[in-house]
């Protein structure tokens, strides 16, 4: 059974920093892309930056470009978005994605095969 956990979330001042985690078991995704998206309340889920398997493809929404630097570990499963310089903005649940391949449309969450449960952010002002 596959199984995404993201950690790290929570409160946060304006101009803060998290570190988001994401640990996948149940198998290896070291030959996926993964990603990561963010849903705050009464909005669409949408998409915050993507990393191809090998790490060396990466995306950003342009909300965070400069802000945050998403990175994987295969060796580890894992899955990393450093979310620097927060605003209100950012508030959101940050979920992370396996994605249906190595080669995706990361922006799109049909992309994405497996879905963690959700960590907290909130950034106040």
């Known amino acids: 059974q596959v199984q995404l956990v993201e950690s790290g979330g929570g409160l946060v001042q304006a101009g803060g920093s998290l570190r988001l985690s994401c640990a996948a078991s149940?198998?290896?995704?070291?030959?996926?892309?993964m990603g990561w998206f963010r849903q705050a309340p009464g909005e669409e889920r949408e998409f915050v930056a993507g990393?191809?398997?090998?790490?060396?493809?990466?995306y950003y929404a342009d909300a965070v470009k400069g802000r945050f630097t998403i990175s994987r570990d295969n060796a580890k499963n894992t899955v990393t978005l450093q979310m620097n310089s927060l605003k209100p903005e950012d508030t959101a649940v940050y979920y992370c994605?396996?994605?249906?391949?190595?080669?995706?449309?990361?922006?799109?969450?049909?992309?994405?095969?497996?879905w963690g449960q959700g960590t907290q952010v909130t950034v106040s002002s």
């Open positions: 149940g198998r290896t995704f070291s030959s996926r892309a």
């Open positions: 994605g396996i994605g249906r391949g190595f080669n995706i449309d990361y922006g799109a969450q049909h992309e994405y095969d497996y």
């Open positions: 990393i191809s398997w090998s790490g060396g493809r990466i």
